[in-house]
């Protein structure tokens, strides 16, 4: 990270596919662009995350989620790229994983770790914060 990227950390805790893509392509092109960014995904948000869901195609879609399945890059590209090509981390909420019987191994290969909402707030402490 340079002196002056910013950092951005972004909490995703739903399961419509409009706002899990409006939040991997915001993370991959902050990360892109220089900045420092980290993706906390949360409750629902995980849903689409999981290996069952990404293997049956069953997301939460409205209008706009079908055009995007159709025609844009998938969400889960978006972060690969993102963490390909700049500063991108994404967390899984240890709370929603525990709730739920969830491990890490039932979520695609894009998660870094499984976090509380303490360490997250470590982490983007400084940062600004902004939940979809």
Known sequence: MTKNAQKLSIVLASEELEKVHAASLIASVAAMSGMEVHLFVTMNGLVPFLKS????????TGVVGEALRAKAQ???ELIANGKELGTLKVYACALAMDVMNWSKADLIDVFDDVIGVSAFFNIAAGGAIVTM
Do not use: H
């Not at 869901?53 to 939460?60: D, I, L, P, Y």
């Open 53 to 60: 869901t990404q293997a049956e195609g069953r997301f939460r």
């Open 74 to 76: 998938p969400f889960t």
